[in-house]
């Protein structure tokens, strides 16, 4: 992975450098029983799982600390807390009938997807529900009236085929247009979310997007109060971090042409930029 350099700006060095918590997931794994590396909004909370045995957990939890604190410095991020901890064990105590169903309901749903891809149909997402059965689909907006028909029928005769009962078939419509867009930006956005969650300097508090309607809405919610003198410098610094990135060479291809707009929030819910 590049390091960021202290030439390029905040926000390009990031998505430069790769997100933070793979960069650190990947380091420490190369030498020590990992689980995972998650982030706390909330509390701004950085949370290493260690596998192993007690004793292993106590020998390495330091260094696997320090390690984490090393990248995190070398991006100068000073507003998240680290936390190492010991995996806990996550098996829950699942009764038989439960673990049947689960299986039947992974083949119903397997047998479903490949019948549809035999069709040429092409399914998003599937999913299944008991009390009340019901299987949903996600598909493309494209598709007509008739071939939704078609879909469902095609279900339909999969859930008559192995007797399963009365099942309610919904399918929703995606938006393919939208939705390449979203997943275009998402790199962008997450890197300006890391970026501003990140560093003290910008007193965040929390993030979040909106493509619906558009333009795409990014927003910053920080804790100053909109009373502050000091606010609608924030607000402003807030969103010329932002706006640099978004406009800078570096990610062109991701936002193209796209409307957007940058609004950032002071503690009391009101626009400071």
Do not use: C
């Amino acid at each position: 992975m590049p390091t960021a350099s202290s030439n390029t700006p905040y926000l390009i060095s990031i998505f430069e450098s790769g997100p933070v918590l793979e960069v650190i997931s990947e380091k420490l794994r190369e030498n020590y029983n990992v689980n995972g590396v998650g982030f706390r909004v909330r509390n701004k909370t950085m949370i290493i799982s260690v596998d192993g045995s007690t004793k292993y957990y106590k020998n390495v939890k330091d260094e696997v600390k320090h390690i984490a604190e090393e990248v995190l410095q070398s991006r100068n991020y000073d507003a998240y807390t680290l936390k190492v901890e010991r995996s806990k064990s996550r098996m829950p105590d699942v009764d038989e009938e439960t673990k049947k169903r689960s299986r039947e309901d992974g083949k119903m749903l397997e047998t479903i997807d490949n019948t549809l891809k035999k069709h040429d149909y092409n399914v998003l997402s599937l999913g299944i529900k008991s009390k009340p059965n019901s299987i949903s689909l996600k598909v493309p907006d494209t598709y007509s009236k008739k071939e939704l028909n078609e879909i469902r029928k095609l279900v339909n005769d999969i859930i008559q085929q192995k007797n399963l009962g009365k099942f309610s078939i919904k399918i929703n419509k995606v938006n393919m247009e939208k939705r390449a867009q979203e997943q275009r930006w998402m790199p962008v956005i997450d890197t300006i979310f890391e970026g501003i969650l990140a560093r003290k300097e910008y007193k965040a508090t929390g993030a979040g997007y909106s493509f619906h309607p558009l333009p795409l809405k990014i927003e910053i919610r920080t804790s100053i109060q909109s009373s502050n003198p000091h606010a609608k410098e924030l607000g402003h610094k807030i969103e010329r971090t932002i706006q640099n990135f978004i406009q800078s060479e570096k990610v062109e291809e991701y936002v193209k042409d796209d409307p957007y707009r940058i609004v950032v929030l002071s503690k009391d819910k009101k626009k400071i930029n």
